[in-house]
């Protein structure tokens, strides 16, 4: 049987590249896992758009995943394989109607394979990383934190 050789791990500056090129992904999705306030969890995947260093998703105002993450602000939201996966600690930033930011339904329908502008009870949670994770291999386990308290590690 082969012996599987990794790839040689990445260093932060290309973690960090590579983390922000994924999340800019056109017509790419998100597993967003919220929990309720009684700590029943929630997994869902979504379309994403990076706009402005913020994680946007669409979703129906009235559905777990908002009235989780409205209630709580908080979300860990997992991107990629699970041998490049990027994970992404998240607060709420703000809830928008999906019709009242033109600018931000614009960004959102360019990069998200589609359009909620126009559905009604539809909203934008426009998220802000707290923390950023990368890693392909074991041998990225280490040094995988690529930004903390909102800030890129340098």
């Known amino acids: ?31 967003v896992a ?17 706009v402005g260093e913020r994680v946007v998703i669409a979703v129906e105002g009235g559905s777990i995943t908002a009235r989780n993450l409205i209630a709580s602000g908080v979300a860990r939201l997992g ?8 994970m992404v600690d998240v607060v709420l930033d703000r809830s928008v ?3 009242e930011d033109p600018a931000l339904g614009a960004a959102y329908a360019g990069q998200a394979d589609w359009d909620p502008r126009g559905l009604a009870g539809y909203v934008f949670l426009v998220l802000r990383p707290e923390r950023i994770q990368a890693w ?5 386990i280490a040094g995988r934190t690529i930004l903390r308290a909102g800030t890129w590690l340098s």
């Open 1 to 31: 049987m082969p012996v599987y050789d990794p790839p040689p791990a990445r260093d932060r500056a290309t973690r960090q590249a590579d983390a922000r090129a994924l999340l800019a992904t056109p017509e790419i999705d998100v597993w």
């Open 34 to 50: 919220t929990a309720s306030a009684a700590g029943v969890p929630h997994l869902v995947p979504v379309s994403l758009a990076w």
């Open 79 to 86: 991107v990629g394989p699970t041998r490049d996966v990027v």
């Open 97 to 99: 109607p999906v019709d």
């Open 136 to 140: 392909r291999e074991s041998n990225e």
